[in-house]
């Protein structure tokens, strides 16, 4: 069965470095998201990205977060100068179309911890 | 927006067991999702149910639209079923994205 892949499953980093998350969406899906989940809490929503832009990101989302889909298969989320509230698991989700019945695959997730 | 509540928070069971996880919202159900969260903190779809009863093995799930609530069922469990159960809706406001409720942390002892 098609699955999300993320790599890599755990990064550490020190605060202000710069992390790229990747992706690989299942292959004939259009619609991609990412999503944020602190220790103990639930998963938040931070961005979705269609036709090669962004259709929707969160408050979360600020201007240390961006995402790109460089080559046409991976889906990137780069957190430009981390933080320590930036440590979360990152999931990328993706999905074959935007409307309601269609459900959002998930990845396994990439810990990220930053020191 | 949409708020997602679920209860209880914490659960604990002996192995074999029967539970009920419920999941209440604040607005009309259009998709309903309901995940398990395994130890390694990967997310695993369990049912997408927006209305109605759907079953797979020792889980069922039950959707009562117009009531705003879902309930999770896991019978005989498994200390395999250990682990954080979300329910999650997906809101029409903006683009199609999943509101997560709060999660349900289960603990089956051997």
């Known amino acids: 069965e098609p699955e999300v892949t993320q790599t890599p499953s755990h990064q550490v980093t020190q605060m202000g470095q710069e992390v790229i998350l990747r992706c690989v969406p299942i292959?004939?899906?259009?619609?991609f998201y990412w999503y944020r989940q602190i220790l103990g809490q639930k998963v938040e929503f931070l961005v979705s990205?269609?036709?090669?832009?962004?259709?929707?990101k969160s408050e979360i989302f600020d201007d240390q977060f961006s995402v790109e889909r460089p080559d046409g298969s991976n889906f990137t989320l780069k957190i430009r100068s981390t933080k320590l509230e930036d440590s979360a698991m990152y999931f990328c989700?993706?999905?074959?179309?935007?409307?309601?019945?269609?459900?959002?695959?998930f990845g396994p997730g990439t810990r990220l911890l930053v020191l | 927006g949409i708020q997602v509540e679920q209860s209880p928070p914490d659960l604990i069971l002996q192995e074999g067991a029967n539970s009920t996880l419920r999941c209440n919202f604040s607005?009309?159900?259009?998709?309903l999702q309901w995940f398990h969260q395994n130890p390694w903190g990967q997310l695993i779809n369990l049912f997408y149910?927006?209305?109605g009863t759907k079953q797979n093995g020792r889980l069922s799930a039950t959707t009562v639209a117009t009531e705003r609530y879902s309930l999770l069922y896991i019978s005989s469990s498994q200390t395999t079923d250990s682990g954080v159960y979300f329910c999650?809706?997906?809101?029409?406001?903006?683009?199609?994205?999943?509101?997560f409720g709060t999660g349900t942390r289960l603990k089956v002892l051997a």
């Open positions: 989700a993706t999905s074959s179309s935007e409307f309601l019945k269609e459900t959002q695959y």
């Open positions: 292959s004939n899906h259009l619609y």
């Open positions: 990205f269609y036709n090669n832009e962004i259709s929707e």
């Open positions: 607005d009309s159900v259009n998709n």
């Open positions: 149910i927006p209305s």
């Open positions: 999650a809706e997906i809101t029409t406001s903006g683009t199609y994205k999943y509101i």
